[in-house]
Nanobody, 122 residues
């Protein structure tokens, strides 16, 4: 079993920045961030491989969000800049232990955190 613990969510104003963290009990091939807004399906946000730090982003967040990892702390971060109301969602951290690459779809992830809420108001 793998534990993923997210932190860093909160309420901010449009245009503000926020950094999410995900502490993992064990290192996976890759880690990802997904989000789910009320009444919508969970969607991919960003992913990163532990080995070489390769990254992949969903189009709506490219240029605004940055995913990174700390190999010593087994922690993945999501730096979110220029937040908009459309970014309001519960953000989930997920781990992939099967594919040796970034994974951008929900069924490709093996473990999930409980989520952290990000609320952006204008």
């Amino acid at each position: 079993q793998v534990q993923l613990v997210e932190s860093g969510g909160g309420s901010v104003q449009a245009g503000d920045a926020l950094r999410l963290s995900c502490a993992a009990s064990r290192r996976a091939y890759s880690m990802g961030w997904f989000r789910q807004a009320p009444g919508t399906e969970r969607e991919f946000v960003a992913a990163i491989t532990w080995s070489d730090g390769s990254t992949y982003y969903a189009d709506p967040v490219k240029g605004r969000f940055t995913i990174s990892r700390d190999n010593v702390k087994n922690t993945v971060y999501l730096q979110m800049n220029s937040l908009t109301r459309e970014d309001t969602a519960v953000f989930y951290c997920a781990a992939n232990f099967r594919a040796r690459s970034v994974v951008s779809y929900r069924n490709g992830m093996d473990y999930w955190g409980k989520g952290t809420l990000v609320t952006v108001s204008s």
